[in-house]
């Protein structure tokens, strides 16, 4: 199914770009959803899924409202009020979904996949406030386990990508950018031409403008939302992704170690992928409370950062200390 989607003087007015959270959410779980392997986050999944099947994350409420293809319900993608949205305003505005659009929502899931009987969907139709209260509350805990660990890296991704753009919309124009962002895309005579589309997507079945979304997980794909009268929105994937989880490169430690210390360091240069205090100890030769202790003081330094994973804590490298130990830092 191929889509047009007419562009008036207005439209171009009001096109835009956000980093969107949900966006995230919805692409990454849809991912960890399916069979279909990907080797670009084969390095994240690999680390993510087990702990998605150990907190039943794997078979909760976004299994059934995130199905691994096809349509997935569009209220998880509320449309951004600014262009760097927080995870809790994202969340704020899902739990003000209209229960109108809920039903509509859940019918058309139910036409590719029956969960009618789901008790989950059961109480989402008789008390949706209370159905969306636990949806976000799920949400909130995947993103701890799947995302925040990573965030700094996805968002610094994403981020380049809209800066790269806006500036191509500044120095030729929003045409151009438009017929850029992805082979399935394509800008001709105030019309963008979408191919190979599951759902349609057409300037009768959306509001005015459009909402770009660059993604770290919709490859290959492009994803698309049309909810009036909401402006259209699309997700694609950002520039860069092939690189997104590669080592980062360090350069000699040796002048941090004098600041920090060699164990703070070993530390630091262990942690280009999120890891518990026991995992980080077993590698640096350390205790695990002296582990615990030296990333207290880096995590208090703004060095790392520290994420609730189930049972245990994961500590992530932040931007800063990436800048610390990076061959130019």
């Known amino acids: 199914m191929n889509s047009e989607l007419s562009f008036s003087a207005a439209d171009m007015a009001q096109t ?142 994403l981020e380049a990508d809209v800066f790269h753009r806006a500036r191509q919309v500044a120095e030729y124009g929003a045409g151009r950018v438009l017929g850029d962002l992805h082979e399935s895309v394509t800008w001709d005579a105030g019309t963008l031409h979408l191919v190979r589309r599951h759902c349609s997507l057409t300037r009768a079945e959306t509001g005015s403008g459009l909402l770009l979304v660059p993604s770290a997980f919709a490859w290959p794909r492009v994803l698309t939302r049309s909810v009036l009268p909401d402006p259209p929105q699309l997700a694609y994937p950002a520039r860069g992704i092939g690189t997104l989880w590669e080592p980062r490169t360090t350069g000699s430690t040796e002048a941090v170690a004098a600041v920090l210390g060699r164990s703070r360091t070993h530390l630091l240069a262990e942690l280009d992928t999120p890891a518990s205090t026991t995992e980080l100890a077993a590698r640096c030769g350390l205790s695990t409370p002296g582990a615990s202790q030296h990333l207290t003081a880096l995590r208090d330094a703004g060095l790392v950062s520290a994420h609730r994973a189930g049972r245990s804590v994961l500590y992530a490298r932040t931007t800063v200390a990436d800048a610390l130990l990076s061959p130019t830092g």
């Open 16 to 157: 835009r770009f956000a980093v969107s959270p949900m966006w995230e959410v919805v692409t990454s779980y849809r991912l960890l959803h399916s069979a279909r392997e990907t080797p670009l986050h084969r390095r994240w999944t690999a680390q993510v899924r087990p702990r998605l099947a150990e907190s039943g994350l794997d078979r909760g409420w976004l299994s059934v409202l995130i199905p691994p293809d096809g349509y997935l319900a569009d209220f998880l993608n509320p449309t951004p009020a600014d262009p760097f949205p927080t995870l809790a305003d994202e969340l704020a505005a899902i739990r003000r979904s209209p229960v109108d659009r809920v039903h509509v929502e859940l019918d058309m899931l139910a036409t590719e996949r029956d969960h009618s009987r789901s008790a989950r969907v059961r109480l989402l139709r008789q008390d949706p406030q209370a159905a969306l209260e636990k949806i976000t509350e799920e949400i909130g805990l995947y993103w701890e386990l799947a995302l925040a660990p990573y965030w700094d890296r996805i968002r610094r991704l």
